[in-house]
Protein backbone atom coordinates (compact mmCIF):
# COMPACT_ATOMS: atom_id res chain seq x y z
CA UNK A 1 0.00 0.00 0.00
CA UNK A 2 1.34 3.68 -0.70
CA UNK A 3 -0.67 7.11 -0.37
CA UNK A 4 -0.24 10.35 -1.73
CA UNK A 5 -1.54 13.98 -1.14
CA UNK A 6 -2.81 15.82 -4.08
CA UNK A 7 -2.74 18.72 -1.73
CA UNK A 8 -3.91 20.22 1.80
CA UNK A 9 -4.81 22.87 3.13
CA UNK A 10 -7.81 25.44 3.00
CA UNK A 11 -7.84 25.49 -0.56
CA UNK A 12 -8.34 22.41 -1.49
CA UNK A 13 -7.34 18.75 -0.19
CA UNK A 14 -7.48 15.45 -1.99
CA UNK A 15 -5.36 12.29 -1.04
CA UNK A 16 -5.00 8.88 -2.64
CA UNK A 17 -4.56 5.13 -1.33
CA UNK A 18 -3.22 2.94 -3.58
CA UNK A 19 -3.20 -1.10 -3.27
CA UNK A 20 -2.15 -3.23 -6.13
CA UNK A 21 -5.22 -1.75 -8.65
CA UNK A 22 -7.54 0.01 -5.85
CA UNK A 23 -6.88 3.47 -5.92
CA UNK A 24 -9.06 5.65 -3.82
CA UNK A 25 -9.43 9.31 -3.40
CA UNK A 26 -9.98 10.47 -0.01
CA UNK A 27 -12.23 13.86 -0.52
CA UNK A 28 -12.01 15.69 -3.82
CA UNK A 29 -11.72 19.64 -2.90
CA UNK A 30 -10.07 20.67 -5.97
CA UNK A 31 -12.02 21.83 -9.41
CA UNK A 32 -12.44 18.71 -12.07
CA UNK A 33 -9.59 20.02 -14.31
CA UNK A 34 -7.36 20.72 -11.56
CA UNK A 35 -7.73 17.56 -9.73
CA UNK A 36 -6.77 15.55 -13.16
CA UNK A 37 -4.05 17.66 -13.70
CA UNK A 38 -2.61 16.89 -10.09
CA UNK A 39 -3.32 13.09 -10.55
CA UNK A 40 -1.00 13.39 -13.52
CA UNK A 41 1.87 14.77 -11.81
CA UNK A 42 2.06 11.30 -9.47
CA UNK A 43 1.63 8.91 -13.18
CA UNK A 44 -2.43 8.30 -12.46
CA UNK A 45 -4.78 8.26 -15.05
CA UNK A 46 -8.23 9.55 -13.38
CA UNK A 47 -10.00 6.73 -15.52
CA UNK A 48 -8.19 4.26 -13.08
CA UNK A 49 -9.78 5.68 -10.00
CA UNK A 50 -11.90 3.02 -7.97
CA UNK A 51 -13.63 5.25 -5.31
CA UNK A 52 -14.08 8.73 -4.10
CA UNK A 53 -14.70 8.62 0.16
CA UNK A 54 -16.02 12.14 1.47
CA UNK A 55 -15.40 13.41 5.01
CA UNK A 56 -17.51 16.01 5.30
CA UNK A 57 -20.07 18.70 3.28
CA UNK A 58 -17.25 21.89 3.17
CA UNK A 59 -16.49 23.28 -0.01
CA UNK A 60 -12.48 22.17 0.25
CA UNK A 61 -13.15 18.47 0.76
CA UNK A 62 -16.07 17.77 -1.34
CA UNK A 63 -15.60 20.84 -4.43
CA UNK A 64 -15.16 18.40 -7.40
CA UNK A 65 -15.69 14.97 -6.34
CA UNK A 66 -19.06 14.66 -7.72
CA UNK A 67 -18.35 16.26 -11.23
CA UNK A 68 -15.26 13.74 -11.19
CA UNK A 69 -17.90 10.82 -9.76
CA UNK A 70 -19.78 11.72 -13.25
CA UNK A 71 -17.36 12.05 -15.77
CA UNK A 72 -15.31 9.12 -14.56
CA UNK A 73 -17.73 6.72 -13.68
CA UNK A 74 -16.33 6.68 -10.10
CA UNK A 75 -18.81 5.62 -7.18
CA UNK A 76 -18.80 7.61 -4.08
CA UNK A 77 -18.80 6.85 -0.22
CA UNK A 78 -19.82 8.94 2.38
CA UNK A 79 -22.05 9.12 5.51
CA UNK A 80 -25.75 10.09 5.28
CA UNK A 81 -25.46 13.32 7.25
CA UNK A 82 -22.76 14.18 4.31
CA UNK A 83 -24.68 13.12 1.57
CA UNK A 84 -28.20 14.98 2.75
CA UNK A 85 -25.69 18.12 2.99
CA UNK A 86 -25.03 18.22 -0.70
CA UNK A 87 -27.65 16.12 -1.93
CA UNK A 88 -29.30 19.08 -3.94
CA UNK A 89 -25.95 20.16 -5.43
CA UNK A 90 -25.42 17.33 -6.95
CA UNK A 91 -25.29 16.72 -10.92
CA UNK A 92 -28.56 14.71 -12.43
CA UNK A 93 -28.04 10.92 -11.81
CA UNK A 94 -25.47 10.74 -9.64
CA UNK A 95 -27.01 9.46 -7.11
CA UNK A 96 -26.99 6.04 -8.72
CA UNK A 97 -23.09 6.48 -7.79
CA UNK A 98 -23.81 6.78 -3.87
CA UNK A 99 -22.86 4.29 -1.15
CA UNK A 100 -24.01 5.57 2.51
CA UNK A 101 -21.95 4.20 4.76
CA UNK A 102 -22.66 4.01 9.02
CA UNK A 103 -19.70 5.53 10.21
CA UNK A 104 -18.98 2.95 13.09
CA UNK A 105 -18.53 0.02 10.86
CA UNK A 106 -15.83 -1.09 8.49
CA UNK A 107 -16.02 -1.60 5.08
CA UNK A 108 -14.12 -2.73 2.18
CA UNK A 109 -13.65 -1.51 -1.42
CA UNK A 110 -11.67 -3.92 -3.25
CA UNK A 111 -8.26 -4.56 -1.91
CA UNK A 112 -8.30 -2.11 0.90
CA UNK A 113 -9.65 -2.41 4.12
CA UNK A 114 -11.34 1.25 5.85
CA UNK A 115 -12.38 2.08 9.14
CA UNK A 116 -14.41 5.28 9.39
CA UNK A 117 -14.88 7.28 12.46
CA UNK A 118 -16.92 10.06 13.83
CA UNK A 119 -14.91 13.51 14.25
CA UNK A 120 -15.85 16.77 16.63
CA UNK A 121 -16.45 19.25 13.66
CA UNK A 122 -18.87 21.52 12.35
CA UNK A 123 -20.35 20.17 9.77
CA UNK A 124 -23.71 17.77 9.53
CA UNK A 125 -22.05 14.24 9.76
CA UNK A 126 -18.02 14.53 9.71
CA UNK A 127 -16.26 11.48 9.54
CA UNK A 128 -12.48 10.28 8.71
CA UNK A 129 -10.88 7.09 7.92
CA UNK A 130 -8.15 4.59 8.18
CA UNK A 131 -7.42 1.98 5.85
CA UNK A 132 -5.46 -1.19 5.68
CA UNK A 133 -3.98 -3.21 3.09
CA UNK A 134 -3.85 -6.45 5.96
CA UNK A 135 -0.04 -5.83 6.43
CA UNK A 136 -0.07 -1.43 7.30
CA UNK A 137 -2.51 0.75 8.28
CA UNK A 138 -2.71 4.38 7.23
CA UNK A 139 -4.74 6.72 9.40
CA UNK A 140 -6.21 9.86 8.79
CA UNK A 141 -7.08 12.76 11.15
CA UNK A 142 -8.13 16.76 9.64
CA UNK A 143 -10.92 19.10 10.65
CA UNK A 144 -11.07 17.88 14.28
CA UNK A 145 -11.64 20.75 16.82
CA UNK A 146 -10.73 17.86 19.77
CA UNK A 147 -10.26 14.38 20.10
CA UNK A 148 -11.69 11.97 21.80
CA UNK A 149 -11.00 8.32 23.49
CA UNK A 150 -12.51 6.80 20.00
CA UNK A 151 -10.39 8.27 17.54
CA UNK A 152 -7.34 7.76 20.28
CA UNK A 153 -8.29 3.99 19.48
CA UNK A 154 -8.51 4.25 15.92
CA UNK A 155 -5.61 6.13 15.22
CA UNK A 156 -3.07 3.81 17.38
CA UNK A 157 -0.75 0.95 15.98
CA UNK A 158 -0.43 2.81 13.14
CA UNK A 159 2.11 2.38 10.19
CA UNK A 160 1.68 6.08 8.98
CA UNK A 161 -0.46 8.69 10.13
CA UNK A 162 -1.76 12.11 8.64
CA UNK A 163 -3.13 14.66 11.51
CA UNK A 164 -4.15 17.69 11.08
CA UNK A 165 -1.71 20.63 12.33
CA UNK A 166 -4.32 23.73 11.31
CA UNK A 167 -2.70 26.24 13.51
CA UNK A 168 -0.93 28.13 16.10
CA UNK A 169 -2.63 29.45 18.97
CA UNK A 170 -0.39 32.44 19.50
CA UNK A 171 -0.83 33.20 15.84
CA UNK A 172 -4.22 32.32 15.47
CA UNK A 173 -4.55 34.82 18.26
CA UNK A 174 -2.72 37.85 16.98
CA UNK A 175 -3.81 37.06 13.40
CA UNK A 176 -5.58 38.74 10.04
CA UNK A 177 -9.09 36.55 11.22
CA UNK A 178 -11.97 38.18 12.69
CA UNK A 179 -12.89 36.93 16.22
CA UNK A 180 -15.86 35.19 15.03
CA UNK A 181 -13.79 33.11 12.70
CA UNK A 182 -10.99 32.72 15.44
CA UNK A 183 -13.68 31.58 17.62
CA UNK A 184 -14.39 29.00 14.96
CA UNK A 185 -11.21 27.59 13.90
CA UNK A 186 -9.78 27.85 17.38
CA UNK A 187 -13.11 25.82 18.77
CA UNK A 188 -13.93 22.07 19.90
CA UNK A 189 -15.99 21.61 16.93
CA UNK A 190 -13.12 24.14 14.70
CA UNK A 191 -9.85 22.40 13.62
CA UNK A 192 -6.81 21.12 15.55
CA UNK A 193 -4.29 23.26 16.49
CA UNK A 194 -0.03 22.28 16.83
CA UNK A 195 -0.03 21.68 20.49
CA UNK A 196 -3.92 19.45 20.32
CA UNK A 197 -2.17 17.90 17.47
CA UNK A 198 1.19 17.06 19.21
CA UNK A 199 -0.97 15.57 22.93
CA UNK A 200 -3.18 13.61 20.61
CA UNK A 201 -0.07 11.70 19.42
CA UNK A 202 1.21 11.20 22.69
CA UNK A 203 -1.83 9.25 23.29
CA UNK A 204 -1.01 7.30 20.78
CA UNK A 205 0.92 3.44 20.68
CA UNK A 206 2.95 4.94 17.90
CA UNK A 207 5.37 2.00 18.25
CA UNK A 208 4.93 0.78 14.39
CA UNK A 209 4.93 4.40 13.05
CA UNK A 210 6.72 4.99 9.93
CA UNK A 211 5.36 7.88 8.41
CA UNK A 212 3.53 10.89 9.93
CA UNK A 213 2.70 14.14 8.19
CA UNK A 214 1.32 17.01 9.57
CA UNK A 215 -1.90 18.32 7.08
CA UNK A 216 -4.08 21.17 6.29
CA UNK A 217 -1.86 24.23 7.98
CA UNK A 218 -3.01 27.28 7.45
CA UNK A 219 -1.53 29.35 5.52
CA UNK A 220 -1.82 32.30 7.78
CA UNK A 221 -2.13 30.69 11.36
CA UNK A 222 0.77 28.75 10.87
CA UNK A 223 4.35 28.00 9.61
CA UNK A 224 5.63 24.38 8.53
CA UNK A 225 8.70 24.41 10.90
CA UNK A 226 5.89 24.45 14.09
CA UNK A 227 4.17 22.26 13.27
CA UNK A 228 7.15 20.25 12.70
CA UNK A 229 8.51 20.87 16.46
CA UNK A 230 5.63 20.43 18.41
CA UNK A 231 5.33 16.80 16.58
CA UNK A 232 8.74 15.74 16.62
CA UNK A 233 8.99 16.50 20.37
CA UNK A 234 6.48 13.92 21.02
CA UNK A 235 8.23 11.20 18.62
CA UNK A 236 11.46 12.07 19.96
CA UNK A 237 13.23 12.67 16.65
CA UNK A 238 14.44 15.12 14.06
CA UNK A 239 11.98 18.11 12.76
CA UNK A 240 12.82 17.08 9.34
CA UNK A 241 11.39 13.18 9.90
CA UNK A 242 8.11 14.69 10.08
CA UNK A 243 6.22 15.28 6.51
CA UNK A 244 4.06 18.74 5.49
CA UNK A 245 1.06 17.85 3.15
CA UNK A 246 1.30 21.10 1.24
CA UNK A 247 -1.65 23.14 -0.58
CA UNK A 248 0.11 23.46 -3.49
CA UNK A 249 2.19 20.09 -3.66
CA UNK A 250 0.55 17.80 -2.01
CA UNK A 251 3.28 15.66 -1.09
CA UNK A 252 4.89 12.70 -2.97
CA UNK A 253 4.42 9.09 -2.61
CA UNK A 254 4.85 7.05 0.52
CA UNK A 255 5.06 3.27 0.78
CA UNK A 256 5.97 0.92 3.87
CA UNK A 257 8.52 -0.76 1.92
Given at each position: MRFASLGSGSAGNCMVIEQASTRLLLDCGFGLNEVVKRLQKLRLEPEKITGILVTHEHDDHVKGAFKFAEKYGVPVWLSHGTFKM?????????????????????????????????????????????????????????????????IEQVLSHCDALVLECNHDLHMLENGPYAWPLKKRVGGRLGHL????????????????????????????????VLAKQALSRVLNCEADWVGIADQVEGFAWRSFN
Open positions: IEHFLPVNAQAMVNIIDSHSKFHIEQIEITPYPVPHDAREPTQFAFTDGNHKLGVLTDAGSTTPHDNKSAASLLAKLDNRKLKHIIAAHLSAKNNKP
